[in-house]
């Protein structure tokens, strides 16, 4: 259970925490979808929920809930260009497609 952060990331992150940080409210990886693709995952800047576990990288402090870890064994973070700005990818290292396929799939 890891979590790999890219440079671009980190630059990314870091000035979005500068300004989030005096609203006390940090990075937290969220799982928003489950599809037959694959789970996806952003990052939303809001307070420390309860149940969340905190893990540093490279100076970089993001939450996320215990269990993602545990069904995804971490994540790799990196900066893709979407359109004309930047954009976080959120990747698990093990996928999971913990859905009813056959009832949305072709």
Do not use: W
């Amino acid at each position: 259970m890891h979590i790999t952060i890219s440079s671009k990331a980190k630059d990314y992150l870091l000035k979005k925490l500068n300004y989030f940080n005096s609203r006390q409210r940090v990075a937290r990886i969220v799982l928003t979808e489950r599809s037959c693709s694959g789970a996806k995952f952003r990052i939303f800047f809001e307070p420390v929920h309860i149940s969340d576990k905190e893990v540093v990288i490279d100076g970089v402090s993001i939450y996320l809930p215990s269990e993602l870890l545990d069904e995804f064994d971490g994540f790799s973070l990196d900066v893709e260009q979407f359109f004309f700005a930047p954009r976080l990818v959120i990747e698990p290292i093990t996928q999971s497609y913990r859905c009813n396929c056959e009832q949305k799939c072709y």
